[in-house]
């Protein structure tokens, strides 16, 4: 009975391989200009989310160096933008995930709960990078 478990356990492990690698070649010819299921959709807009993500911490870490750089040449008592930012970055990401979950609350639970928290991540998130690019600008990076 054992054996067969294991059997079993290992069919189901081989299975869902298969179907992931199938699902992943096919989500690579998703056209996401023009999605037309769920399935779809989900995936184009978890890799908008990944993009948008991914742009916006090469902002913040773009800004970081630069105010580590600035924080090198500056009087002691005026040293700490960096640690600012961090403190900054984290109370954005804070208040991101819960303007989003009190857009999507009615609608939480439910697919379209989970597409409106998203999107409004994605469109906070390109805001967020749209400050921290111009934060750089401002200082002469």
Not at 22 to 50: I, W
Not at 96 to 109: I, L, N, Q, V
Not at 131 to 136: P, Q, R
Request: glycine share 6%; hydrophobic share 40%; aromatic share 8%.
């Amino acid at each position: 009975m054992l054996f067969a478990h294991r059997k079993l356990t290992l069919s189901t492990g081989l299975l869902a391989s298969v179907l992931m690698a199938v699902a992943a070649e096919a989500q690579e010819n998703v056209d996401c200009g023009y999605p037309l299921t769920n399935s779809e959709r989900t995936y184009c807009a978890e890799k908008a989310l990944s993009e948008t993500e991914a742009d916006m911490r090469k902002a913040y870490d773009r800004l970081h160096a630069r105010l580590v750089e600035m924080d090198a040449e500056l009087p002691e008592h005026l040293k700490g933008s960096p640690g600012a930012l961090e403190e900054a970055q984290a109370a954005w990401k804070a208040y991101s995930d819960k303007d989003c979950a009190a857009y999507s609350f009615p609608f939480r639970g439910g697919t379209q709960g989970s597409e409106l928290y998203r999107n409004c991540i994605i469109v906070l998130t390109l805001k967020r990078t749209e400050d921290l690019n111009a934060t750089v600008e401002d200082y002469g990076n």
